[in-house]
């Protein structure tokens, strides 16, 4: 089946640094998003991209849906610590659409 | 707005044992999904319904897991008989249009 590789796997950074996060497939996605979950919670959805090359932002954070519809990335700018938690891409296959394919998550660790 | 709502949040049971896991969607989304989430597995889709049909189960483990959609507001995930390898955190979401996945807060499921 179709897999998403997402890295890091976890991230260990001060407070006020900028984050980079990632995810790839060998198979082509119509949409990405991006989602944080925090301990005990369910994910929330942070981003949604819609567009080869789109290119957006939410307050400190900013995604981007690759020109080749395989890849997207997540950054964080100037962390704080609620900014600590996993993230998750996933993305919306051209088959099967209503079945997201979710990465495996990226673990957020900020000491302050 | 109210989110997506599960109950019960935490649920210890012996092996043998049935669970029901319960959700009530967004109002006017039109899909939800049954996913399980573990360490080893991440995210798992299990099933998900579109207008209270049942469209996908091959996510579903095995025979003793089952779900129902009685009506538009109401979904059940059962587990007959439950056994220790079913410990997870099991999650229902909803959306609209199977874009923009809603997560409720989850299900802490430990069987012991």
């Known amino acids: 089946g179709q897999q998403l590789n997402q890295s890091p796997q976890s991230m260990f950074i001060q407070e006020g640094e900028d984050v980079s996060m990632n995810c790839t497939s060998s198979?082509?996605?119509?949409?990405w998003l991006w989602y944080k979950q925090d301990p005990g919670e369910g994910p929330v959805l942070l981003i949604a991209l819609y567009k080869a090359g789109e290119l957006t932002s939410n307050g400190r954070l900013t995604a981007q849906f690759g020109i080749t519809r395989k890849d997207s990335f997540l950054n964080i700018s100037a962390s704080i610590p609620s900014d600590v938690g996993i993230y998750f891409c996933a993305g919306q296959p051209v088959q099967g659409a209503q079945k997201l394919v979710f990465g495996q998550g990226t673990r957020l660790t900020i000491n302050p | 707005d109210a989110g997506v709502i599960q109950s019960p949040r935490h649920e210890v049971t012996e092996m043998g044992q049935e669970v029901t896991l319960r959700c009530k969607p967004i109002s006017g989304h039109d899909y939800l999904f049954w996913y399980r989430q573990t360490m080893m597995r991440g995210l798992e889709l299990l099933i998900y319904?579109?207008?209270?049909?049942?469209?996908?189960d091959s996510g579903m483990p095995e025979d003793r897991f089952s779900a129902k959609m009685p009506n538009a507001s109401f979904s059940t995930l059962k587990i007959q008989p439950s056994e220790p390898r079913d410990s997870a955190v099991y999650f229902c979401?909803?959306?609209?249009?199977?874009?923009?996945?809603?997560f409720g807060s989850g299900t802490q499921l430990s069987v012991l």
């Open positions: 319904f579109n207008n209270n049909v049942p469209i996908d």
């Open positions: 198979s082509i996605f119509n949409t």
């Open positions: 979401a909803s959306s609209f249009g199977a874009e923009k996945l809603f």
